[in-house]
């Protein structure tokens, strides 16, 4: 277990762009044994995804990858051709998990040609040895009745199974790293605590050595042995993970754990990262993170910090300051969120509300009712948030679009503001209750303006005249933090937290009391997630705002909510106040999901009813 597995010193990838070439990746240099995993952790552009890109040489076309060495076991990686490394290397010593597994299986493939096909190919075992493996790591990731799945396409299974089938894929040829790209961002609570489970047995089993690549600090926290921290390509800081999360040198580091939103204990108000990750064209000589530091010197301009001991063995980090001066000026902020609302008058009334779906599950089979939602009823009071919680499936979804009515219940009833919502005409419903979608990427249409689109609304339900519309533009951009300077801009043209920030804008343009928001922060990073929570939390207080929070996440529960309810197959299982349900849940279900969620070393685990 002592020996290198990968040991890369100096690795720099540029990419050739018409600004010049891009620096994504500047000399890095990392080591891993044998049965150790390592945590790559960082926000978009901070070079993650490209450094295990390059060890498995996927790059762009146009990109350029230059090291002093890197040695995977007693391979020289930059010696080898791109055939030699194809037929010897990759996907059989070296296996990889991608983000998205429904995008990176072949959806017209059954699972059994897609897990044998390569090892098959590549003559390592003959189609009876790699059907057996298949079956065998089927089965050894937890899926049920693997020679039944082998018949299946991806389509026919869920999230979490195509992630297995992944992680099986990968391991067809037992190799030595694995390398995990986000393996758990799109999975609920409860399946991401089933495949990290699964990926340290099996590397714990066959002694592998892995890397796993996220911007989730208590997924590293509950999983790797050490972790870097990346930024613009550069790793800041590095270490065992407990000595770098519990006592962070680097100021990039301090600050995304101010970011991160916590699932238990204290709540208090997140410290956003101002500004964003800008691209490195060339060689800078500076400190990478100095444009967003508040701990920024003058020498930090200068040259690039060299590498420094942490206040942990084996702990490093690149920054003039030492650790209690960091400390010192990045302290967390101690300012408390305020307490929960008293209770106003309903605002969201649900009652007895069903929706059955009828579905065929073959041409010549007989239809059957699928309740997606089954008799729920439910509360929500005038300037509070009320957080709907549950996996994928439960029914959280296809309730909210019936209460923003785009969605009929088969039973029951909804209340806006006191009256039905079948006798709100579709324009005054846009007034009382307005929604935020999860993606800003396909939620914005990308051929309009931002101008256009924040006050699309206006236009569509014909209130007020041009010039009173572009007075209101002003202001509800003011309102959520975005320059007018953004007006004639294009959503491409923005990053992921200013596209949510045009988002809620759009939604906040004719003044609704409601906003029912659907996983608003899911798709964006840490710190784009603390800016845009912190938001949400400023716009409810001002505005005097109710918010309709629909999430899987239990730590953004903790953050915003004051009160929850949890939906399990179409039911609310349990419903009280956010402190209660988090700190003392008395639903089965409620507790499995928080026993599920990743905690950094310093949260306090719930006291739960027996």
């Known amino acids: 277990m002592d020996a290198a597995v990968l040991d890369v010193d100096g690795l720099t990838v540029e990419i050739d762009t018409p ?25 978009s552009g901070s070079g993650k995804s ?56 072949n959806p017209v493939y059954t699972i059994g040609r897609q897990l044998t096909e390569g090892p098959v190919r590549a003559d390592l075992m003959s189609k009876a040895q790699a059907t057996a493996r298949a079956i065998e790591m089927l089965d050894r990731t937890g899926l049920p009745d693997p020679e039944a799945r082998m018949r299946q396409y991806p389509h026919q299974l869920s999230g979490g199974q195509r992630q297995r089938v992944m992680i099986a894929m990968a391991l067809m040829t037992r190799p030595d790293l694995l390398l995990a790209d986000e393996p758990t961002t799109a999975l609920d609570v409860t399946v991401q605590a089933q495949i990290l489970d699964l990926l340290r047995d099996i590397q714990r089993d066959l002694g592998m050595a892995m890397i796993l690549i996220t911007h989730d600090l208590a997924v590293v926290a509950d999983t790797v042995d050490d972790v870097v921290v990346m930024y613009r390509g550069e790793i800041v800081e590095a270490g065992p993970v407990d000595a770098v999360l519990r006592d962070p040198c680097h100021p990039y580091t301090r600050a995304l754990l101010r970011a991160a939103p916590t699932a238990f204990g204290v709540r208090r108000r997140l410290g956003a990262i101002a500004g964003q990750i800008a691209p490195v064209h060339g060689r800078l000589n500076a400190c990478v993170f100095a444009p967003r530091c508040p701990a920024v010197r003058p020498a930090c ?23 209690n001066e960091v400390a010192q000026i990045v302290r967390a902020e101690s300012t408390l969120m305020p307490d929960s609302v008293k209770a106003g008058e309903p605002v969201i009334e649900a009652i007895d509300v069903r929706r059955v779906f009828e579905s065929r599950p073959g041409l010549m089979r007989a239809k059957r009712s699928i309740a997606a939602v089954d008799g729920v009823s439910l509360q929500v009071h005038r300037g509070e948030t009320f957080a709907l919680v549950g996996e994928s499936g439960s029914g959280k979804t296809t309730l909210s679009r019936i209460l923003l009515g785009l969605d009929a219940p088969t039973s029951g009833s909804v209340r806006i503001a006191g009256r039905d919502l079948t006798d709100l005409p579709r324009g005054e419903r846009g007034r009382l209750v307005q929604p935020v979608f999860q993606d800003p990427y396909s939620s914005l249409n990308p051929r309009r303006t931002i101008g256009s689109i924040i006050t699309r609304p206006l236009a569509i339900q014909k209130i007020g005249d041009a010039a009173s519309r572009t007075a209101r533009l002003h202001a509800v951009m003011a309102e959520v933090g975005l320059p007018e300077a953004f007006v004639h801009n294009y959503p491409s043209q923005l990053s992921g937290g200013q596209r949510q920030r045009v988002a809620i804008a759009r939604a906040l343009v004719t003044e609704p009391r ?62 009280d106040s956010a402190d209660r349900v988090l700190h003392t849940p008395s639903d089965p279900y409620t507790r499995a999901l928080l026993e599920a969620v990743p905690r950094l070393a310093e949260e306090r685990v719930p006291e739960t009813a027996p």
């Open 19 to 43: 600004n010049g070439p891009l620096r994504a990746v500047n000399d890095l240099s990392l080591s891993l044994r044998a049965g150790r995993s390592l945590g790559i952790v960082g926000e």
């Open 50 to 105: 490209m450094t295990a890109l390059s060890l498995m040489r996927l790059l762009p076309g146009s990109a350029r990858l230059t090291a002093n060495h890197m040695r995977f076991g007693d391979e020289d990686l930059t010696a080898l051709s791109d055939p030699d490394f194809v037929a010897r290397i990759a996907g059989q010593r070296i296996g990889m998990i991608f983000q998205e597994p429904m995008t990176s299986l």
């Open 514 to 575: 409601i906003l029912v928001c659907d996983e608003p922060t899911s798709a964006l990073d840490v710190s784009v997630q603390a800016q845009i929570l912190n938001l949400l939390t400023d716009l409810k207080t001002q505005l005097g705002l109710t918010l309709f929070l629909v999430t899987h996440d239990i730590a953004v529960v903790h953050q915003m909510a004051d009160r929850v309810a949890v939906m399990k197959d179409g039911r609310i299982v349990e419903q």
């Open 301 to 323: 301009r200068s040259a690039r910090p060299p590498a420094r001991p942490g206040t942990a063995p084996g702990q490093s980090y690149a920054c003039v300051l030492d650790p």
